[in-house]
């Protein structure tokens, strides 16, 4: 049986126990929910959550546990050239679960038998021909171990799907009748039920926070390895990029971090005036129809895909600073420079900063606008100095998530800002920043021993660090001042 008819099953007789367990627990009070320690709905869950639970529980562990057992078991049957080494074994076990595969595909599609497979063994290896009928190509001739291991594979495979399916069954069915067992008037069905709740709630959470760490520990030790073939001094000190596949090359970072903080610092100056003024606008100025038609017309710039943000810097205002102000100023004679993707960057961020600060704003007490105006102050008085500061926590966040996403855009860099790792305060230049320089270092044919590809887990790890830096700021920041409105 199939994980999709194990799954099936388990939704039936879940659906099931809910409803007995519940017609049980009302029926031992002659109908009388009164009389039942929770509601009748929690017995109903309860019951379900008994077959769920432990079924789905032994499913995972199931699914996690046997391809590792059964490939043990499949390794140590195999004669000693095809395991010399941990890469040689894994490319094995690779032909071997391709192989077990073709043949189950072969016969299903009803190209060979059951019968035959088993004679494979004995008979001919050159099974390509045999299995290129059922739509089942083979890059290279099955060796006849490989082709051992792949029936022994496919036999314990079986076996295990069938073991699968039973236990599973087993539980779900035990599950049940313990689930509609408990539901009697004292039993607390309520309480467990939201036990359960809460575990899943820490179970999503455990989920989010071992997803952080398994990130972080991914380019941590990607990034010991390449500081064990590139010097870290080079890297954090040295003025040039210029990544050499064949040798002598130059990985310093400082370039690309300038080229990211300053095309960040652009888009921030963009960004920040103009969203919060528009969400001041519209939490304190604007009527309410204007309200209605203005805040939803700024939304839909952050529907837009980055890459047409991309080709409206390529194609508009790259070329519109380039003739307006970097050739007559005479600084420059690209449409591709840092100004242009700043300020698509920060057309891109404004209705975050804008949408998040009005309702920040919108959440100020209006006892705090009343008792400003009461005392004597202007609306813009009553604006600048008591709501503002109120609502500055929430800002520097709204401030904090667009500069995040600032950093890590790539689109708009590619095709506003070109691809030149350089230092220099002119705007109108042509630079890059590290996202787009970890996509190039990663893109095509990689070679993961070699420094040039495991830079760009040195500067995926710079970046985390960086924005973890700005957060902490931003907590300062929030701390300093929210003590003085508490």
């Not at 004679?119 to 099974?127: E, M, N, P, Q, V």
């Not at 495979?157 to 069915?173: D, Q």
């Amino acid at each position: 049986m199939s994980v999709l008819m194990i799954l099936a099953a388990v939704a039936v007789l879940a659906i099931a126990a809910f409803f007995l367990a519940r017609q049980r627990s009302l029926a031992s009070t002659q109908g009388n929910p009164r009389l039942l320690h929770s509601l009748p709905g929690y017995y109903g869950w309860y019951g379900a959550i008994s077959v769920l639970v432990p079924a789905l529980a032994a499913l995972i562990l199931w699914l996690i546990v046997q391809p590792m057992v059964i490939e043990a078991r499949i390794s140590a049957t195999l004669p000693a050239e095809f395991v010399t080494d941990a890469t040689k074994a894994q490319l094995t076990m690779a032909d071997v679960r391709r192989v077990a595969g073709g043949l189950d595909t072969a016969i299903a599609s009803g190209a060979i038998s059951e019968t035959d497979v088993q004679a494979l063994a004995t008979g001919s290896t050159d099974i390509r021909a045999l299995l290129a009928g059922s739509g089942v190509a083979l890059a290279s001739e099955v060796s006849p171990a490989v082709l051992i291991a792949a029936q022994d594979y496919r036999t314990q495979s079986h076996w295990g799907a069938a073991g699968r399916t039973a236990l599973i069954l087993v539980l779900s069915v035990l599950g049940l009748f313990w689930g509609v067992k408990r539901a009697e008037p004292d039993f607390r069905a309520r309480n467990q039920v939201e036990r359960v709740i809460l575990a899943l709630l820490i179970a999503a959470s455990s989920i989010a926070i071992l997803t952080t760490v398994g990130i972080v520990w991914s380019m941590v030790s990607e990034t010991f390895d390449f500081f064990s073939k590139y010097p870290f001094q080079d890297f954090f000190f040295s003025l040039k990029w210029s990544p050499n596949f064949r040798g002598g090359s130059d990985l310093g970072i400082i370039p690309l971090i300038w080229g990211t903080l300053y095309i960040t610092l652009i888009s921030m100056l963009v960004a920040v005036p103009i969203g919060l003024f528009a969400a001041i606008y519209l939490a304190e100025y604007a009527s309410r129809p204007v309200r209605n038609w203005v805040k939803p017309l700024i939304e839909i710039i952050a529907g837009i895909p980055t890459v047409v943000f991309g080709i409206f810097a390529l194609v508009t205002v790259g070329p519109a600073l380039r003739d307006w102000f970097a050739q007559p100023l005479g600084l420059g004679n690209s449409g591709s420079s840092v100004m242009t993707a700043g300020i698509v960057i920060g057309i891109l961020n404004i209705p975050f900063i804008s949408s998040l600060s009005d309702d920040i704003i919108n959440s100020v007490p209006q006892s705090l606008r009343d008792g400003s105006l009461g005392l004597g102050a202007t609306k813009s008085e009553t604006v600048r100095q008591v709501i503002l500061p109120a609502a500055l926590p929430g800002i520097v966040g709204a401030i904090l998530m667009a500069a995040s996403r600032a950093i890590g855009e790539t689109m708009i860099v590619v095709m506003g800002a070109g691809a030149a790792a350089k230092l220099s305060l002119n705007p109108f230049e042509a630079m890059t920043t590290m996202t787009v320089k970890i996509v190039g270092q990663l893109t095509g044919d990689t070679d993961f021993a070699a420094p040039e590809t495991l830079v760009a887990f040195a500067l995926g790890m710079t970046l985390f660090v960086i924005t973890l830096g700005l957060n902490i700021f931003a907590l300062w920041i929030v701390r300093k001042y929210r003590e003085q409105y508490e």
